[in-house]
């Protein structure tokens, strides 16, 4: 992927993410917070954000959004393909609780 | 009431609509709100078309405790935990938001839903008063309703160990034998 292609599609992903957080914190904000994994602090700002500010950020040459999580375990719940239902259904549950409780130690 | 507030009448509307809609009792209405019982009865007809069912609401922590609602029962203490720390709810409120995400947790995971807006409600209501309480399984250290005279000490969670009595039918049974293989495995 030559740089300016590659810029173009961080572009994009920046835009589209930074809208999509805008609108859900908009819409319900403890709801996004949950979604987005972020404190009522960076909410804030990403609210009070102009279109004008957003295309500038979007356009920078790194990453808006970060990974989640850099814990092994959560990483192998949620990515393990379980025949059996039970079990899947086992690692949903507990990735899912994982990532809630992680969140809300950092509060 | 005289002197109230047509703004908070609203809201109590809101949420009395909301938590109907979401399968609540009248039990639950008439402590998570303000408005009278003639007004939540007509509510109620309103929405499900039908008087709400009669009788108390079940009062034990058992059902809690038991294998797979203790699963379902802690994976919406977590998200209401998570929901509560990170934003200032009123306790109802966050109720019912943590109650949706719960639900759309399991339709996303195609999960029966196990655990009912009452029972949810009952839930933090048990913790509030110190009956339940969360604990983190001394294995994998996620957090889970347990009873608060239980001894926490050597607490595992129903992930780690699945109690050779969980469930009595065929497909209870398959799902058992995996997990013990899985056990093993590790």
């Known amino acids: 992927m030559k740089t300016e292609q590659l810029l173009e599609e961080i572009r994009e992903a920046n835009l589209t993410y ?4 805008q609108q859900m914190i908009r819409q ?3 709801q996004a917070l949950f979604r987005l994994g972020i404190t009522e602090h960076v909410a804030e700002l990403v609210d009070n954000l102009s279109t004008g500010q957003i295309l500038k950020i979007a356009g920078s040459n790194m990453l808006m959004c970060q990974f989640r999580f850099d814990d092994q375990i959560v990483w192998n719940l949620i990515t393990s393909h379980e025949e059996d239902r039970s079990r899947s259904m086992m690692n949903g549950v507990r990735a899912a609780m994982l990532m809630s409780d992680q969140l809300a130690e950092a509060a | 009431m005289a002197g109230k507030s047509v703004i908070d009448d609203a809201r109590e509307v809101r949420r009395a ?3 109907v809609e979401l399968g609540a009792r009248l039990q639950v209405l008439e402590t998570e709100t303000k408005l009278s019982r003639e007004r939540l009865l007509r509510l109620y007809k309103e929405i499900r078309g039908e008087s709400p069912p009669k009788g108390l609401l079940p009062f034990s922590t058992d059902w809690f405790v038991t294998w797979m609602p203790n699963i379902h029962a802690s994976l919406f203490m977590s998200i209401y935990d998570c929901l509560i720390k990170t934003s200032e709810l009123d306790d109802v409120d966050a109720i019912i938001k943590a109650y949706r995400l719960y639900l759309e947790h399991c339709s996303t995971h195609e999960l029966e839903v196990v655990l009912s807006m009452t029972r949810a409600w009952r839930l933090v209501k048990f913790i509030d008063a110190a009956m339940l309480r969360r ?3 001394t294995q ?3 957090h ?3 009873r608060t005279d239980d001894l926490a000490h050597q607490f595992v969670c129903g992930l780690c160990h699945v109690p050779s009595r969980a469930g009595k039918t065929k497909a209870a049974r398959a799902r058992r034998d995996a997990l013990v293989a899985e056990h093993a495995a590790h």
């Open chain 1, 18 to 21: 930074l809208l999509l957080a």
């Open chain 1, 28 to 30: 319900d904000k403890p």
């Open chain 2, 144 to 146: 889970f309703v347990m």
């Open chain 2, 17 to 19: 609509t909301e938590l």
């Open chain 2, 135 to 137: 604990t983190p399984c």
């Open chain 2, 140 to 142: 994998c250290g996620t």
